[in-house]
């Protein structure tokens, strides 16, 4: 499926991977960002990004679902967190770790921005998945 790589001559990543190589002909899923918000389009953990990345990581799934992966074979996430500290950035990654994503470590970006699209929301997640 996909061949992660982490590389010895660089600074060992914290649970992600440098690069990610997907063969030629693979059919691949790129996501649009998964937002906390649930089936009724309510904000779910309004001000608590840990809960919120847990409703992040649920749509996700459900969105990957749809589209005949799962969460296992995401190869790359980018991962958005409303932030001044990186202790708030730490708590997301915490969650996102152990979230279930890739059969081993995916590669990813994690960032703090100010702000995203909707009222109160503090997490956002993009994601590529293989589709087996």
């Not at 499926?1 to 002909?25: K, N, Q, W």
């Not at 309004?46 to 679902?65: I, K, M, S, W, Y």
């Not at 997301?92 to 995916?106: F, K, M, S």
Request: hydrophobic letters at 45%; glycine letters at 10%; proline letters at 8%.
């Amino acid at each position: 499926m996909a061949d992660r790589t982490t590389v010895p001559s660089l600074f060992p990543p914290p649970d992600y991977a440098h690069a990610a190589v997907v063969e030629a002909g693979a059919r691949l899923a790129f996501m649009a960002g998964s937002v906390p918000l649930d089936a009724e389009g309510r904000l779910v953990g309004p001000g608590d990004p840990v809960a919120q990345t847990h409703q992040v990581l649920r749509n996700l799934e459900e969105a990957l679902r749809a589209v005949g992966s799962a969460l296992p074979h995401v190869v790359a996430t980018t991962v958005y967190v409303v932030a001044h500290e990186p202790g708030d950035l730490g708590r997301v990654w915490d969650v996102v770790r152990a979230g279930g994503l890739a059969e081993g470590p995916h590669t990813s970006t994690l960032v703090g921005v100010a702000c995203l699209g909707y009222a109160g929301q503090l997490v956002e997640i993009t994601a590529t998945a293989v589709v087996p």
